[in-house]
């Protein structure tokens, strides 16, 4: 079994996690540069750690819910906050 000591995006972009409609846990880089849909909050968070070089800083709650855009753009989660509005994150890592 081969280890891969370097993650293959290395970006410490924002992370956000946080369930998608059906209750799914759902990991997404701000831009859509990766994510997924896991079992757990834990394993949520581990793929965010290796994904962004292991930058728990970077990685943040969604503050509602999440369903995971691999279009680029985005999470529709997300997309509804004006400017105006407080858009308060939590740290999860």
């Not at 000591?5 to 831009?31: D, H, M, Y």
């Not at 994904?51 to 369903?67: D, F, R």
Request: with cysteine.
């Amino acid at each position: 079994m081969t280890i891969q000591t370097e993650p293959p995006s290395c970006s410490s972009a924002l992370v956000f996690i946080g369930k998608n409609s059906r209750g799914q846990w759902v990991a997404q880089e701000q831009n859509g540069l990766f994510g997924g849909l896991f079992i757990s909050r834990a394993a949520a968070v581990r793929y965010a750690l290796f994904e962004n070089g292991h930058h728990p800083e970077s990685i943040m709650a969604a503050p509602s819910t999440l369903e995971l855009d691999m279009g680029g753009s985005t999470s529709r989660g997300l997309e509804s906050y004006s400017g105006s509005e407080s858009l308060a994150l939590l740290r999860v890592a």
